[in-house]
């Protein structure tokens, strides 16, 4: 496609249950991110993937969080356990290469509601 | 650590008013800066950037400028349209990440 794609884009959860969101970055994209969006704030920063090398999970708020990228292109966020903290919007970008003065592009996000 | 700060909202402008949004970085490295903005139900796009020091991005009649000496910066248009309401972040980024601004909403009345 010509942008990047997430799913689910709405997702409710129990406290406890386990949750996977999916991300497909602009095709060819070396680069590719997550972050988290709380209402009312800017996104912050959870991780970062070089095709498939997980360079930076320095972000990530807990070991409940995991993501992971296989082949390089499609990535996963996977929070188990979730809590009420968890609920946020859960943003995916991807850049051509892994220079810092390349643009990000984002996804339109999934929002995540731990009930 | 980077850190960016942005002016808070919201901001209310009338239709052909000047616009000025804030923001000042961290100075930690050589950073690239960053406008993002995100309108109503839609997702983050990029609207500007800058790479180095006295660097102008522009898009859309938008402009802001790379001031190195100030850490700042700032974003400018001289006539907002109620088409530019939105929320407006700004950004400062590495390699391996981008550090955002809380994010200033902006509505721009008829």
């Known amino acids: 496609g010509a942008g990047v794609s997430q799913s689910p884009r709405y997702k409710v959860a129990k406290r406890g249950q386990d949750v996977a969101l999916r991300c497909d970055p602009i095709s060819g994209h070396v680069s590719l991110f997550w972050y988290q969006q709380a209402l009312g704030q800017g996104p912050e920063f959870l991780t970062y993937?070089?095709?498939?090398?997980?360079?930076?999970k320095s972000g990530l708020p807990s070991d409940r969080f995991f993501a992971e990228r296989p082949e390089g292109s499609v990535s996963t966020l996977k929070i188990q356990r979730t809590q009420k903290e968890d609920s946020a919007v859960y943003l995916c970008?991807?850049?051509?290469?892994?220079?810092?003065?390349?643009?990000?592009?984002f996804g339109p996000g999934t929002r995540l509601t731990v009930l | 650590g980077d850190s960016v700060t942005q002016m808070e909202g919201p901001v209310t402008l009338s239709e052909e008013a000047f616009l000025t949004i804030n923001c000042t970085y961290t100075?930690?490295?050589?950073?690239?800066l960053f406008w993002y903005v995100q309108y109503p139900g839609e997702g983050l796009q990029l609207l500007l950037k800058?790479?180095?020091?006295?660097d102008k991005g522009s898009n859309k009649g938008f402009e802001a400028t790379y001031r190195k000496e100030t850490t700042s910066f700032h974003l400018e248009k001289g006539s907002v349209q109620v088409s530019d309401s939105a929320v407006y972040f700004c950004a400062r980024g590495s390699a391996r990440q981008l550090t955002f601004g809380s994010g200033t909403q902006l509505t721009v009345l008829p």
């Open positions: 993937f070089q095709n498939e090398a997980q360079l930076d």
């Open positions: 970008a991807s850049s051509r290469d892994s220079r810092g003065t390349d643009t990000q592009y």
């Open positions: 800058a790479t180095k020091a006295d």
């Open positions: 100075a930690t490295g050589y950073p690239s």
